[in-house]
């Protein structure tokens, strides 16, 4: 089980309204992903069936470990299959919360992405939140709460998670991945303060992906036309790939902009590249970068957006359109090549 980084508000709000017996029959644990929305779920309940109280950061307690470890007669995680939870899982969940608790004091249910229920599914689950038993808790987590029915909505106590300040999260991260504070705290600038994002770009060759769009943008044209292509291929081979590349592509250029505005080095994202970065954006205006920030946003929304969309097209036309507004029109075989994509 992973340890909870910050959110000791929600923490606190829950811990009392055990202490003092005033909980809601149930709760919707709403903000963006990676957050460890689900891991404080997990933690709500063990203070709600665990005898000792004692905060517990690795989960050493065997009944709290149970609970983590979905093996508590009490609690139960429902998640999607193939993108959807389906009105057979609540039939399931209104049959557990038939049963008075057989080991501890409370039946949890905990539904993660619960906006992935379908209408039928989430009408099931009206009726437990319109006849709730006492002794039950459901959890729904989420990061896209406006998906859920308003009469969902309106019948669950709101817990809302915020982003982690990057701090804590970067100090998290140099412990957890063994890696310099400055490459972490560029990490946790990159998952919008979301541990896992963070984790997850880290994981899919982000470094690769960096060193790929540092190259492109500090020294746009240096590598001619076909490497630009081949790069390109490499960047789209995959969805999520593309996607980090162009968040990261987007970062290094919000940096250039940033120190063209000869703002503090602690704004900045890639403070591992600042000397990259300050030589790379001497040859720039603010229009030119703007353009490509434009550029790769739009080329993000596409293929977030779109499921048929042809990536490799979308991020061939963004890099070399990117490519042409840095190295300026002297990019005469980036011109032409432009114009034969369109
Ligand atoms: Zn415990």
């Known amino acids: 089980m992973g340890r909870i980084i910050g959110h000791e508000k929600a923490l606190k709000r829950l811990e009392r309204a055990v202490e003092q017996a005033r909980l809601a029959h149930a709760y919707l644990f709403a903000g963006p992903d990676g957050l460890g929305k689900k891991l404080v779920a997990l933690r709500f309940a063990c203070m709600l069936?665990?005898?000792?109280?004692?905060?517990?950061?690795?989960?050493?307690?065997?009944v709290c470990r149970r609970i983590g470890e979905g093996k508590h007669p009490d609690v139960t995680l429902d998640e999607p299959e193939r993108g959807m939870i389906r009105i057979e899982r609540i039939r399931e969940m209104h049959r557990f919360f038939k049963y008075a608790p057989i080991e501890g004091a409370y039946r949890v249910a905990i539904?993660?992405?619960?906006?992935?229920?379908n209408r039928q599914a989430q009408?099931?689950?009206?009726?437990?939140?319109?006849e709730p038993p006492s002794n039950r808790a459901l959890i729904l987590v989420t990061a896209k709460p406006a998906r859920l029915?308003?009469?969902?909505?309106?019948?669950?106590?709101?817990?809302?998670?915020?982003?982690?300040?990057?701090?804590?999260?970067?100090?998290?991260?140099?412990?957890r991945l063994n890696i310099p504070t400055e490459k972490a705290q560029s990490?946790?600038?990159?998952?919008?303060?979301?541990?896992?994002?963070?984790?997850?770009?880290?994981?899919?060759?982000?470094?690769?992906?960096?060193?790929?769009?540092?190259?492109?943008?500090l020294q746009p044209g240096k590598e001619g036309i076909?490497?630009?292509?081949?790069?390109?291929?490499?960047?789209?081979?995959?969805?999520?790939?593309?996607?980090d590349a162009i968040e990261i592509g987007?970062?290094?250029?919000?940096?250039?902009?940033?120190?063209?505005?000869?703002?503090?080095?602690?704004?900045?994202?890639?403070?591992?590249?600042?000397?990259?970065?300050?030589?790379?954006?001497?040859?720039?205006?603010?229009?030119?970068?703007?353009?490509?920030?434009?550029e790769l946003s739009r080329a993000s929304e596409l293929i977030e957006s779109e499921i048929n969309v042809n990536r490799n097209l979308v991020v061939d036309v963004m890099l070399l359109k990117a490519v042409r507004a840095l190295a300026g029109p002297g990019m005469g075989a980036v011109q032409e090549a432009r114009r034969g994509t369109r």
């Open 123 to 130: 009408n099931a689950l009206l009726k437990t939140l319109e």
């Open 187 to 217: 990490l946790a600038a990159l998952g919008n303060g979301s541990v896992g994002r963070a984790l997850e770009i880290h994981g899919r060759n982000y470094a690769e992906l960096k060193d790929l769009m540092m190259d492109l943008l």
């Open 226 to 243: 076909r490497a630009l292509l081949e790069s390109a291929i490499r960047i789209s081979s995959d969805r999520e790939a593309a996607l």
């Open 149 to 175: 029915l308003p009469t969902v909505r309106s019948r669950c106590q709101r817990i809302s998670f915020q982003p982690l300040p990057l701090e804590p999260l970067a100090e998290f991260l140099v412990e």
């Open 250 to 294: 987007a970062t290094i250029i919000r940096d250039m902009i940033f120190h063209k505005m000869e703002l503090d080095e602690s704004d900045f994202i890639h403070r591992d590249s600042l000397d990259r970065i300050s030589l790379g954006a001497q040859h720039q205006g603010y229009e030119e970068l703007l353009a490509v920030y434009e």
């Open 111 to 117: 539904i993660d992405d619960a906006h992935l229920m």
């Open 49 to 62: 069936n665990c005898p000792d109280r004692t905060e517990d950061e690795d989960w050493s307690c065997p």
